[in-house]
């Protein structure tokens, strides 16, 4: 799938604008043209919420996306690191193989580990190390990107654990896994969706996911 929004150079959505509005506020046109619902925390999370970006197929379809609540969470940050709370939910369309909608190519499915891929990626975009030099950070980068996409691609092993939360009040199973970054969580939704989530500094095993009902309320 390809990823497409305003982001920045190290890959995060870009935070600044004239009016110092963050950029992917300035739009929820991605979002409303999602054929699928979009996930978020339930009414038990009273924070901030905000977008962050959708990823399209070549033909323009949008794939997944991004929902924000808490702190907007930043590589480096005058608060610290450790300070910051923030939980992401990734919504992403289920679908199965099929041709590319410019007949091109095929398009893989989509399953629980395109959500903790999606994830597991989301979660090293303002993780990696604000001490390392920035000449050894890609290096660094593509060995934890390489490895949250071997951990993705098995969610039956020791890496994962099993978390129950609910999603539109009815518990579902989530694969759960922690790290020195963060946690991530994938699991499926019962609207022909999967969900990821990633955060730190807020606990996992509070939270409680439902359909968003008005987009552009996060905006």
């Known amino acids: 799938m390809e990823t497409t929004s ?9 935070t600044g ?8 506020r300035l739009t929820v046109d991605g979002y409303l043209q999602a054929s699928f619902p979009w996930y978020g925390l339930d009414e038990a999370f009273t924070g901030p ?5 959708v990823g399209t197929a070549a033909d323009g ?10 702190d907007e969470p930043s590589v480096r940050s005058d608060a610290g690191e450790d300070r910051q709370r923030f939980a992401v939910v990734v919504t992403v369309a289920s679908s199965p193989v099929r041709r590319s909608g410019d007949g091109t190519g095929v398009l893989d499915a989509t399953t629980v580990s395109s959500a903790a ?3 597991g990626s989301g979660l090293l975009a303002y993780t ?36 129950s939360l609910p999603v539109d009040g009815v518990p579902v199973a989530f ?25 730190r500094g807020m ?13 552009t309320s996060y905006a």
Do not use: K
């Open 17 to 24: 604008t004239a009016e110092g509005v963050p950029a992917a």
């Open 175 to 199: 694969h759960y896994r922690e790290s020195e970054f963060g946690w991530v969580l994938a699991g499926s939704a019962h609207g022909g969706v999967h969900i990821g989530a990633y955060g």
């Open 61 to 70: 379809t949008v794939q997944h996306g991004s929902t924000g609540h808490g």
């Open 128 to 163: 990696w190390p604000a001490q390392m030099d920035h000449t050894l950070r890609d290096d660094w980068l593509d060995q934890q990107t390489e490895t949250a996409f071997e951990l993705a691609d098995d969610l039956d092993g020791p890496a994962w654990s099993a978390l």
């Open 49 to 53: 919420r905000w977008l962050m970006q």
């Open 117 to 119: 891929w999606l994830a």
């Open 6 to 14: 305003r982001v920045g150079a190290d890959g995060a959505p870009e």
């Open 203 to 215: 606990s996992a095993y509070g939270l409680g996911f439902s359909v968003v009902g008005d987009i």
